[in-house]
């Protein structure tokens, strides 16, 4: 491949967030190192001005509907990579929001985090627009640097350390399945960037290939069986850091499979849907089934969000446009919810100092607010309208029974029934049981507002779902080319019902 | 039934919101007296809005009245679509004055958390208006759905019983997984719709709305495997024996209030008379679909009653008798023709007044007794003659007695059974000597005979507030069983509309009048 970098003042307009985004960085940094006595909350603040200046520029791009690609065809700028860079530029915002308190926990390098945080944002950032597999793996490993030092950032917590040790080796291990992959398809293909592999004849060497890319990307989104790594590290992380890992590098990592399967690999939808309806299936039942026993908040919204990854994964499993569209309501749905939930975690955290589910007793007396707000999200989480997460739910199942994947779809329903009984655990203690310790709950200002943000998110995307639906449509509209091919392909025959 | 008749003024969705937006109110109010009368007030407007659609509505007609249309989610051909006609408009009635009678009965028997209580119920009383009035299958799984949540609360923390967390999670898991199965029927309606649509290059992709749904054709073996799903959606929530058995526990567990409208609104077969029969018109008819769920009602008949015969706690009794009275109803919905569908749908709003009114007095009981086993009980008619004579006419009514409403719905549903299939009504009829049964042996024992050992002497007759459910409830039983033709006129349109869209005959000529309607 001759590459030849001419870069026009224009094309480096396509990469205006990340280079802001970039300097900002820098800038934060600076002033970390530069007066050593400034709160570190107002590093904070500052990350989160650099990060909504660039939400704004990607705003902007939106309305102007500003597309192209840099570099070869590695770096795309389309409306849904912009869909995918709001969404964590999103979720970033909520987390160092939700930390601000939480990092007086960390016994040093307090203003570092933040700037590990915009970091790995930065990463995804480029993760959403990759589009060939040497810049897939490069801003994959990117953004996992940042991860792998926040997972252990409690420095003399045991827990934090072992999930640190935990997410590092595994994720090492998947980067080298990763480069494998590539390796192998690199081989077979002659070829790197997605777009141009739509046609290429299914070798053994090409399958095996994409199979490990899979598994690597499956380790990112934390679908069965590569979820090993997700509870304990979940658990042991810093809460806000969990709440972080728990959105953004998923939306990032689901880019990326949207981009391969619908893109590189949409020949092959007939080949390719069992594996996604098995590792969907699989995904769903482990995670809400696993659910059910955990005793640990966090702990079971890591199962909950094995058992969301398999949601998600019937939309990609319906491989049409519809399904895309889905996807991308639901991940917002999602958002919303697990961000809230998790900012009531770390709420209750901090006045607590646990994370038990018998902890959350008689929450709804000491704190009618994040008891009401925990509801909604949980709800929201299972699927109970008129709140997001239905919505969201019932797109992506449309998306899928319109391909007759009844199997997938009647695993998915029975599901929402098994994961309504932990959602209700949860729910019983915050309302029916007594506390033991009747003091009301304080919340701080910025954790307010993300619970207000998560509330407003939950809901109005629930009742009003209108302007989200034509989002997330127009988001994938010009994406919906490259996925014509696949639209063609009719299902097998095995998976239709009747 | 395909008609519709829009509304000058949203009076349906201010039905629909005005006690959710009560329920938002009262979160201000601080004092209980004020919260206990505040709710009082919004319950007796939003039965005076209901009494006003109700005077209103035009008779004999088929057509979807005060009609309501706004686009929700135009993606994915959701709309926000409000209408009644002749088979919900008695509902929503219904609900409106069990709600009044529920607050009334709830201002001195719920002491603690008051003001959560009323929110719950009020919210409970939005999410029953909503299945009743929403024309769009989503809207109303919406509301189906959320009806979850505040009755979840109410049995929870309200209820009198030590299981009652069971019950209260067994109730939502069993719905639950009975309303994911219709929403795979929805979304299969919808699917069929998009087909249909881009066959015929109409510019709606995709529908929701019944009645854009019920133009379009759908086939058969479509129709059958909808049918089945919609069908444990439904039989879930009525309960359809033999998925009735949260039922007992959900309604002994449960507060009073709680169990009228549980088992005072029967949500699960008006899903079978609005959704099911009309959109699925062959597969109600098919030979197996009618033969399963006839046998299943009369299973439910016999069964019910035959469980209430040895039940000794009057609620448990209760709960058995409405599975019984259910089979009655889906029994003569399933008679597919006129009496039938009339019979049931009139049934299923006598045990609105009957069923809830015999819950009523268990709550008279139990705050008594604070039980209702029959061990408590005997000989009671000397100590509480107005209690004793109330008793005995809701009673009554509810086995059916002639001169009370029981007997037109039930005597209506066993003339459409015998005409449908003469065997079918008389193994039903069975159920009537079982439900007299049960019923008087329960009567003679806890109220005529010797008094019982465990009566207390000083117990006080009917209070005033107890006199007003009682005899509110009494005054709807005897109009309605000697006087039912306002009633009957008010839904006869819609029935026979269904009963035209069965017997596919003059299914042509509106099929005509839908095209000319657009």
């Known amino acids: 491949m001759t590459f030849v970098l001419n870069l026009s003042f224009s094309d480096l307009l396509l990469l205006l967030p990340e280079i802001f985004l970039t300097c900002w960085l820098c800038v934060v940094i600076t002033v970390d190192f530069v007066s050593p006595q400034l709160p570190k909350d107002r590093l904070a603040y500052l990350s989160v001005g650099g990060l909504l200046a660039t939400l704004g520029c990607l705003a902007w791009f939106d309305v102007n509907q500003v597309s192209g690609t840099l570099f070869g065809d590695m770096f795309v700028l389309d ?211 696993v659910a059910i026993a955990q005793r640990n908040i966090k702990r079971l919204l890591a199962y909950s969000g094995i058992a969301q990854i398999g949601n998600v994964l019937i939309g990609l499993a319906a491989g049409t446009k519809m399904g895309n569209d889905a996807i991308l309501f639901y991940l917002l749905a999602y958002l919303f919810a697990n961000i809230g939930a998790f900012a009531v975690v770390i709420a209750v955290s901090q006045a607590i100092g646990r994370d038990e589910i018998e902890d959350y007793r008689g929450l709804g007396r000491r704190s009618p607010f994040l008891a009401f707000s925990m509801l909604l999200f949980l709800l929201s989480l299972a699927g109970v309208p008129p709140l997001a997460g239905f919505i969201g739910k019932l797109y992506i199942f449309i998306a899928a029974i319109k391909e007759g994947l009844y199997t997938l779809i009647t695993v998915g329903l029975i599901n929402i029934v098994i994961s309504m009984y932990y959602y209700l655990i949860v729910v019983k203690q915050m309302y029916i049981n007594e506390p033991i310790d009747p003091s009301p709950i304080s919340i701080s200002g910025p954790m307010k507002a993300v619970i207000y943000v998560g509330l407003a998110g939950t809901l109005v995307i629930g009742i009003y779902p209108q302007p989200f639906t034509d989002w997330v449509v127009a988001a994938t509209l010009k994406f919906a080319n490259f996925v014509a091919p696949a639209a063609t392909v009719t299902p097998p025959s095995l998976l239709i019902g009747s | ?171 939502v898991i069993y719905t639950l997984l009975g309303s994911v199965f219709m929403l795979v029927g929805i979304a299969l309606l919808d699917i069929n719709y998009h087909q249909w649509a881009s066959l015929h290059h109409s510019d709606h992709a995709y529908s929701f709305d019944l009645l854009e749904l019920l133009t379009v054709p759908i086939p058969m073996s479509q129709q059958i495997l909808i049918f089945w799903l919609m069908f444990l959606g439904f039989a879930f929530k009525a309960p359809v024996f033999p998925f009735h058995t949260w039922l007992p526990d959900a309604l002994l567990e449960g507060p009073i209030g709680m169990a009228v409208v549980l088992a005072g609104l029967k949500l699960g077969t008006f899903g079978f008379i609005r959704f099911s029969i009309p959109l699925l018109p062959d597969a109600s008819k098919s030979d197996t679909i009618v033969t399963v769920v006839v046998v299943l009602g009369l ?75 029959l061990s408590a009980f005997g000989g009671m008619a000397k100590q509480v003659p107005l209690l004793a004579t109330f008793f005995l006419i809701i009673g009554l009514a509810s086995i059916g007695l002639p001169g009370t409403n029981g007997f037109v719905g039930e005597f209506l549903i066993l003339l459409g059974a015998f005409e449908a299939k003469w065997w079918v009504g008389s193994i039903a009829v069975l159920g009537v000597i079982f439900g007299a049964a049960y019923f008087l042996w329960y009567y003679e024992r806890s109220m005529l005979g010797p008094l019982g050992s465990s009566v207390k002497s000083t117990m006080s007759d009917l209070q005033l507030r107890e006199m007003v459910i009682a005899v509110s409830l009494s005054i709807m039983i005897l109009w309605i069983g000697l006087y039912p033709s306002p009633f009957l006129r008010i839904m006869n349109g819609s029935v026979q509309a269904l009963v035209d869209r069965l017997h596919h005959d003059k299914t042509a000529a509106l099929e005509q009048s839908i095209t000319e309607r657009r």
């Open chain 2, 299 to 373: 299973c439910a008949i016999l069964y019910g009653a035959w469980m209430a015969l040895v039940q000794p706690d009057f609620r448990r009794l209760l709960a058995y008798s409405s599975v019984s009275h259910l089979g009655f109803v889906v029994v003569g919905l399933f008679a597919l023709n006129y009496q039938g569908l009339q019979g049931s749908l009139l049934t299923m709003i006598n045990l609105g007044f009957s069923t809830a009114g015999l819950f009523f007095i268990a709550g008279f009981l139990y705050s008594r007794q604070q039980t209702t086993e």
């Open chain 1, 79 to 289: 409306r849904m990579a912009i869909f995918f860079k709001i969404f964590i530029l999103g979720a970033t915002i909520l987390v160092i929001l939700a930390s601000i308190e939480y990092v007086d926990r960390f016994t040093l390098f307090r203003g570092e985090y933040y700037v590990l945080v915009v970091m790995s944002a930065l990463g995804m950032m480029f993760m959403a627009s990759a589009n060939d597999l040497l810049s897939v793996f490069v801003s994959l490993e990117f953004s996992t640097l940042g991860f792998y030092i926040l997972v252990s950032y409690l420095r003399d917590d045991l827990a934090s350390n072992e999930a640190g040790l935990k997410f590092f080796i595994l994720g090492v291990f998947a980067a080298g399945l990763f480069a494998y992959g590539i390796s192998l398809v690199y081989g077979e293909t002659g070829k790197l960037v997605f777009s141009d592999m739509t046609s290429t004849q299914a070798t053994p060497g090409l399958i095996i290939g994409f199979l490990l890319i899979f598994a690597a990307l499956g380790f990112k989104i934390g679908a069965v069986p590569f979820h090993s790594w997700i509870p304990d590290t979940y658990h042991g992380a810093p809460t806000p850091v969990t709440a972080f890992l728990s959105i953004a590098p998923k939306g990032a990592a689901l880019a990326i499979l949207l981009r391969i399967f619908l893109v590189a690999l949409g020949t092959f939808k007939p080949t390719w849907i069992y594996l996604l309806v098995v590792v969907s299936i699989v995904s769903m039942t482990y995670g809400n089934i």
């Open chain 2, 1 to 171: 039934m395909l008609e519709e008749l829009t509304a000058v003024f949203p009076i349906l969705s201010c039905i629909l919101f005005l006690p959710v937006v009560g329920a938002i109110v009262l979160w201000l109010i601080d004092d209980e007296d004020m919260v206990r009368s505040s709710t009082l007030t919004i319950a007796l407007v939003e039965l005076a809005l209901s009494v006003f659609v109700l005077l209103r509505f035009v008779p004999e007609s088929a057509a979807m009245q005060f009609a309501e249309r706004v686009e929700w989610i135009p993606a994915l051909g959701i709309s926000y679509h409000l209408a009644v006609d002749g088979i919900s408009v008695l509902f929503v009635g219904l609900t409106a004055f069990l709600s009044v009678l529920v607050v009334i009965y709830s201002w001195d028997t719920i002491r603690h958390q008051v003001k959560l209580y009323m929110m719950c119920l009020l919210a409970l009383e939005t999410t029953t208006m909503g299945v009743f009035l929403s024309l769009d299958l989503i809207l109303f799984f919406v509301f189906w759905e959320l009806m979850l949540i505040p009755s979840y609360f109410l049995i929870k923390l309200w209820g009198g019983g030590a299981d009652r967390h069971y019950a209260a999670l067994k109730f």
